[in-house]
């Protein structure tokens, strides 16, 4: 049964940080590149940052390029997401997500794995 927990949410003020971890079981985590997305209330869920299968390639949403820094350690089935100097547009619920591709993948469609998300609330 392949599971993610996500982990590291929480409430912090204008351009604090965060780190979020992502613990992977259940499937060959090598085998899928991995996906940050985040939601907000009444808005639909969005790409955050991906990573390839061996950590080779990574992207972003352009709004926290700069800012957010996304890693893997396959080692221990674990995937990361650094948040830098945190907006208030950065607030919502952050999932992790596995994509059954080696190379980055910025469709939702193509994610076959998602945790249960983790709340990141910034406040101003």
């Known amino acids: 049964q392949a599971e993610l927990v996500e982990s590291g949410g929480g409430l912090v003020q204008v351009g604090g940080s965060l780190r979020l971890s992502c613990a992977a079981s259940?499937?060959?985590?090598?085998?899928?590149?991995m996906g940050w997305f985040r939601q907000d209330p009444g808005k639909e869920r969005e790409f955050v940052a991906g990573?390839?299968?061996?950590?080779?390639?990574?992207d972003y949403l352009d709004t926290v390029k700069g800012r957010f820094v996304v890693s893997r350690d396959n080692t221990k089935n674990t995937l990361y997401l650094q948040m830098n100097d945190l907006k208030p547009e950065d607030t919502g619920v952050y999932y992790c997500?596995?994509?059954?591709?080696?190379?980055?993948?910025?469709?939702?469609?193509?994610?076959?794995?998602w945790g249960q998300g983790t709340q990141v609330a910034v406040s101003s």
């Open positions: 259940g499937f060959r985590f090598t085998d899928y590149a």
């Open positions: 990573i390839s299968w061996n950590g080779d390639a990574t």
């Open positions: 997500a596995a994509a059954g591709s080696y190379a980055i993948n910025y469709s939702q469609q193509m994610y076959t794995h």
